[in-house]
């Protein structure tokens, strides 16, 4: 998992190993230049029932995770934020 | 906090939170601005500051569950909102990640955002609306 730091402006790794629960999953798919670039959250749960979660960098399933995606009628779009360093949506953009 | 319309029937916004927005008084102005009348909601991003309270059943008022001056991750946002004296109330539950992947929840009270929150509303076939429930003393949302 990663969590955002502001003051280095990168995803610091938060390393989840071994069997857990997928509780939540969820996220955007949006247009940079062109491409899609997907956003995800994640909720898991460990053996004891305590949860730990972030942005999702990577992800190993066993056995299975399903997911349900919906397609907006208009793609959102991406642009560089400077601040940030990350790309976010501009609804202005089209 | 920027939107756009991407759907007439039933009507669906996208609200885009920037950097120093406050996600619930944001929506409660949304709400009024667009006279929604029953909604639901969600969102991922993240916050510089949450305040997440936790529904005391003695008192019958949000204790103040976790309030978080730091940066953290916004999990998951999900809500709706309904019309309380004719007047938009937003109701919302957030789960937020610290920088050590720990987890924690609670019912929206303030989240700053920091540097996004990407956000999808829905509107409702019909109004929803809310009234006072004796037991809770609190506005429930009736159907």
């Known amino acids: 998992m990663g969590w955002f730091d502001p003051q280095r402006k990168m995803y610091k790794k938060i390393p989840i190993n071994g069997q857990h629960e997928g509780i939540g999953m969820s996220g955007d798919i949006a247009l940079y230049q062109g491409k899609?670039?997907?956003?995800?959250?994640?909720?898991?749960?460990?053996?004891?029932?305590?949860?730990?979660?972030?942005?999702?960098?990577?992800?190993?399933v066993s056995p299975a995770l399903e997911v349900m995606v919906t397609v907006d009628p208009i793609a959102m779009q991406k642009r560089l934020d400077p601040a940030a360093d990350l790309t976010l949506i501009d609804p202005a953009l089209k | 906090m920027r939107y756009k319309q991407i759907e007439d029937e039933p009507k669906t916004f996208v609200l885009i939170f920037e950097t120093s927005d406050e996600i619930a008084s944001g929506l409660q102005q949304f709400a009024r601005g667009q006279g929604l009348g029953g909604s639901s909601f969600e969102a991922i991003g993240a916050l510089s500051h949450a305040k997440l309270g936790w529904f005391n059943w003695e008192t019958k008022k949000y204790d103040p569950a976790c309030v978080l001056d730091e940066q953290v991750e916004l999990l998951s946002l999900i809500g709706d909102i309904a019309l309380r004296d004719g007047e938009p109330q937003v109701h919302a539950h957030v789960v937020v990640g610290r920088s050590d992947g720990t987890a924690h929840g609670g019912h929206l009270v303030e989240a700053r955002v920091r540097p996004t929150c990407e956000l999808i509303l829905t509107e409702s076939p019909s109004h929803l609306q809310k009234k006072l429930d004796p037991k809770s003393g609190i506005a429930l949302i009736q159907i």
């Open chain 1, 36 to 60: 899609p670039v997907v956003h995800t959250h994640m909720v898991v749960g460990s053996p004891d029932g305590t949860t730990r979660a972030g942005h999702i960098l990577a992800a190993y």
